[in-house]
Nanobody, 125 residues
Framework: QVQLVESGGGSVQAGGSLSVSCAVS????????MGWFRQAPGKEREFVAA????????YYADSVIARFNVARDDAKTTLTLEMTSLIPEDTAVYFC??????????????????WGQGTQVTVSS
């Protein structure tokens, strides 16, 4: 089991910055990949970014490259997503997720095993 608890988010005007965090814990499993997804009203959940938990390699959706940064702390207990140059299209509920398998697709939501509760990010124009 992996427990994920998100915090952060909120409201900001376009061009501003926000960050969201995800506390990661678990005694019987450790993530192979941690990801961020988002879901806007009426839309499917979409991939935002991912980080290989041990190696630290990161991957991003094209829509957020050079604006968002995914990272983890050295203790591997916290996942963060720093978001800059926000635009209204970034408005969504943001979810962190853990993938245990080492051969799953990192940008496919259904391939993740554990999910946080989600946190709202709202960008106004």
């Amino acid at each position: 089991q992996v427990q994920l608890v998100e915090s952060g988010g909120g409201s900001v005007q376009a061009g501003g910055s926000l960050s969201v965090s995800c506390a990661v814990s678990g005694r019987t499993a450790s993530p192979y990949v941690m990801g961020w997804f988002r879901q806007a009203p009426g839309k499917e959940r979409e991939f935002v970014a991912a980080i290989f938990w041990d190696r630290g390699n990161t991957y991003y959706a094209d829509s957020v490259i050079a604006r968002f940064n995914v990272a983890r702390d050295d203790a591997k207990t916290t996942l963060t997503l720093e978001m800059t140059s926000l635009i209204p299209e970034d408005t969504a509920v943001y979810f962190c997720a853990a993938q245990i398998s080492d051969d799953a697709d990192i940008n496919v939501a259904s391939e993740y095993d554990y999910w946080g509760q989600g946190t709202q990010v709202t960008v106004s124009s």
